[in-house]
């Protein structure tokens, strides 16, 4: 039953595979809760009251952040939805039960000193002392970074992009989001400048020509030349962004953050904004809109007289 649920969201629904696993995790822990495997769920015998006892448990006993408990009960709720819908229940128990409050915390983003430091000092930076390859790395962790920060993609969006998929004619990128929902991204000249740099590089370097497939690549532990996973793009922004910023988060989707607080900063329709970053919905947007009005208000009570603490 379970299974017949994943595999659902995984084929028609098109849940990425990190996410797909997810929710199997999620349900797994449900099950545990009642005493039952996942093969042994049997939804006659649960009622709401189980999932609310399954919900203080995670709060009181595993102490588990309230986020943390949404999201377990979101997948619950998922399950439910498509039992409901397919006929294997009659009722759905988890309508009327309200996940726990979360504090939204506003998003971290590196300030524009800190990405200027990026520029200065990790691009061109070449040392006479420096094989071909690690210029090559060098140059690819730059672009990997640039290419978050200029264009506000996700990891797993930037990881995924084909060669093809990059218009350097067009200055434009196709991104593929959530769901495979497509987007067109407009790039600077100075990005597409990098971009033309670094496939020549890549050409020449592993000795191919024309549409090589795969955009960012890695080397892999048999020494060979394949596609960058999200893991590998992780440890690339950790590492650059570690050097010039004193966040304790240094991720993919902090520059994501960044673009798009960049992008508000400077006038940017949110509506427009929201249109870059693929968002389905306005208010995943508007966080941003918080962490502008946050800046502001520092601002105004560090200069003004009657604004200072």
């Known amino acids: 039953m379970i299974k017949r649920f994943l595999d659902y969201i995984a084929i028609e629904k098109r849940y990425s595979a990190r996410t797909v ?67 294997l229940v009659k009722v759905d128990i988890t309508r009327a039960i309200v996940a726990p409050k979360t504090d ?111 955009f960012l690549v890695r080397k892999n532990i048999e020494g060979e030349w394949v596609e960058m996973n999200a893991n590998t793009l992780y440890k690339v922004v950790r590492a650059r962004m570690g050097e010039v910023s004193t966040l304790k988060k240094h991720s993919p989707h902090v520059l994501r953050h960044t673009f798009a607080t960049t992008m508000l900063n400077n006038g940017a329709d949110i509506r427009t904004i929201q249109s870059l970053l693929g968002h389905a919905s306005l208010a995943a947007t508007q966080v941003y809109t918080h962490a502008t009005f946050e800046q502001i208000k520092d601002v105004y009570q560090a200069t003004h007289p009657r604004g200072k603490k």
């Open 104 to 214: 939204k915390p506003l998003p971290l983003y590196f300030r524009e000193s800190e990405m200027q430091g990026v520029t200065i000092n990790q691009h061109r930076d070449w040392n006479e002392a420096m094989s071909e390859e690690e210029q090559f790395v060098h140059l690819r962790d730059y672009l990997a970074v640039e290419m978050l920060y200029q264009t506000g993609m996700r990891r797993a969006e930037l990881v995924g992009l084909r060669d093809a998929d990059v218009d350097t004619k067009q200055k434009q990128v196709r991104v593929f989001g959530k769901r495979s929902k497509e987007r067109i991204v407009p790039m600077g000249e100075g990005l597409c400048e990098l971009i033309e740099e670094y496939r020549k590089n890549k050409c020449d370097f592993l000795g191919i020509s024309g549409d090589v497939g795969t």
């Open 21 to 87: 696993g997810e929710y199997g995790d999620d349900l797994k822990a449900w099950c545990a809760f009642l005493g039952w495997t996942v093969e042994e769920f049997d939804p006659q015998k649960v009622d709401a009251e189980d999932v609310k006892a399954w919900m203080i448990d995670m709060l009181d006993k595993q102490k588990q952040s309230p986020r943390s408990v949404k999201r377990r009960l979101s997948a619950v709720k998922s399950f439910y939805k498509f039992m409901l819908r397919v006929g």
